[in-house]
T-cell receptor, first 114, second 108 residues
């Protein structure tokens, strides 16, 4: 039982390049989330999904796209990276049951855009 | 969406009890209160969740007064390894907000 895993752990991109971050969970959770965390700041929600095939915008969605084709995977895409997207990206999953709101986080992906 | 207000930082010494208070004046009837802990270079980790009164688990207690406009996370006898950022969230399904958290510094 690996919990929530993220690939890759580190990445350096040049401005304008694209990439996809992969999040996988093996807990059969319904809800999945992508956050970004800038130095010294709290987490900000980018996009989330409440089930396979669904996605929704969070607090800071611009410049990102997501897909949830399989229940266990949640992909975050950057189509044209910008230096402002330099951050640590965390994925999380949650059972999705009413009244039970524990999120399980992955180890994070440190992205630098030069 | 009920946002939260917490102290930016707190200092404590090993062996002391630490209480971190969070204000959430606009909490709605169906909202719950959760707390997370985050160490540097790691994702947050769930600590505890409550709706009203008191909840206790193996690592912390959560006190929520009757009006639910605030909550207090209590960490008994902290150690150096409890140095971390602690986030208070008001949650309801996929509606929640991570503020800047409280940076707890435990000194020897």
């Amino acid at each position: 039982n690996a919990g929530v895993t993220q690939t890759p752990k580190f990445r350096v991109l040049k401005t304008g390049q694209s990439m996809t971050l992969l999040c996988a969970q093996d807990m059969n959770h319904e809800y999945m989330y992508w956050y970004r965390q800038d130095p010294g700041m709290g987490l900000r929600l980018i996009h989330y999904s409440v089930g396979e095939g669904t996605t929704a915008k969070g607090e800071v969605p611009d410049g990102y796209n997501v897909s949830r084709l399989k229940k266990q995977n949640f992909l975050l895409g950057l189509e044209s990276a910008a230096p402002s997207q330099t951050s640590v990206y965390f994925c999380a999953s949650e059972r999705g049951d009413s009244g039970y709101y524990e999120q399980y986080f992955g180890p994070g992906t440190r992205l630098t855009v030069t | 969406l009920a946002k939260t207000t917490q102290p930016i930082s707190m200092d404590s010494y090993e062996g002391q009890e630490v209480n971190i208070t969070c204000s959430h004046n606009n909490i709605a009837t169906n909202d719950y209160i959760t707390w997370y802990q985050q160490f540097p270079s790691q994702g947050p980790r769930f600590i505890i969740q409550g709706y009203k009164t008191k909840v206790t688990n193996e690592v912390a207690s959560l006190f929520i007064p009757a009006d639910r406009k605030s909550s207090t996370l209590s960490l008994p006898r902290v150690s150096l390894s409890d140095t971390a950022v602690y986030y208070c969230l008001v949650v309801n399904f996929n509606k929640f907000y991570f503020g800047s958290g409280t940076k707890l510094n435990v000194k020897p």
